[in-house]
C-alpha cells in the first residue's frame, strides 16, 4: 500500500505471461489483461514491466524510480 491508501500490484513480466515457447497467445494475453481488470475492480492498479528491464540492475533501479507511483 502506498501514501493515500493506494494499492499497487506489480508485475514483471516474461515471455510466460503472453507466449507459449516462441509463439504468442492470444489467449495467455487474455487471461492476463482479465486478471488485470478483476484487480483493478476491487481498487489495487497494476504496473506492469517488462523483464527485459531488470536484466541489469542499475538499468531495474531506473525504471523504478522513474514509474508514476514511486515517491
Known sequence: MLRGRRR???????VQHYAVGREVSPKLYEQMVAKDRELYLVGYEV?????????AA??????????????
Open 8 to 14: 499497487v500490484v506489480i508485475e514483471i513480466d516474461g
Open 47 to 55: 504496473v506492469r514491466f517488462g523483464g527485459d528491464e531488470f536484466r
Open 58 to 71: 542499475d538499468r531495474g533501479r531506473v525504471v523504478v524510480r522513474r514509474a508514476p507511483y514511486h515517491q
